[in-house]
């Protein structure tokens, strides 16, 4: 369930995915794909997004066994994956552009 907060504190992400802030800061340091937003005192502010990718990781280490290094390569290829409504757009175009053909030559 998605809550309609912003940010949240490391504390709160902690107790949402029932992992040690040492664990947090970890991944933050290894994973490029999690950056939460840190304030001039180095305090972390993590959205929604981040949270995804941790539990994300984390049913990666956890439940599927994968390494560190595995985790990364996933998380790179994940990222790379157009998302539903870009698919969709592509399609979209290239329907259109077939259309046009058709029409021109009528």
Same mark, same amino acid.
Not at 78 to 96: H, M, V
């Given at each position: 369930?998605?809550?309609?907060?912003?940010?949240?504190?490391?504390?709160?992400?902690?107790?949402?995915?029932?992992?040690?802030?040492?664990?947090? $800061?970890?991944?933050?340091?290894?994973?490029?794909?999690?950056?939460?937003?840190?304030?001039?005192?180095?305090?972390?502010?993590?959205?929604?997004?981040?949270?995804?990718?941790?539990?994300?990781?984390?049913?990666?280490?956890?439940?599927? $066994?994968?390494?560190?290094?595995?985790?990364?390569?996933?998380?790179?290829?994940?990222?790379?994956?157009?998302?539903?409504?870009?698919?969709?757009?592509?399609?979209?175009?290239?329907?259109?552009?077939?259309?046009?053909?058709?029409?021109?030559?009528?």
């Amino acid at each position: 369930m998605k809550s309609e907060k912003i940010y949240y504190s490391i504390k709160e992400v902690s107790q949402l995915t029932g992992l040690p802030f040492s664990t947090l $800061h970890y991944w933050e340091s290894i994973f490029k794909q999690l950056s939460p937003k840190k304030n001039e005192g180095g305090t972390r502010f993590y959205r929604q997004e981040d949270i995804d990718i941790i539990n994300r990781i984390k049913y990666l280490r956890q439940t599927e $066994h994968m390494t560190i290094e595995a985790v990364k390569k996933r998380l790179a290829i994940d990222g790379q994956k157009r998302s539903p409504t870009q698919t969709a757009i592509d399609l979209l175009q290239q329907i259109r552009k077939e259309l046009q053909e058709i029409k021109n030559l009528l």
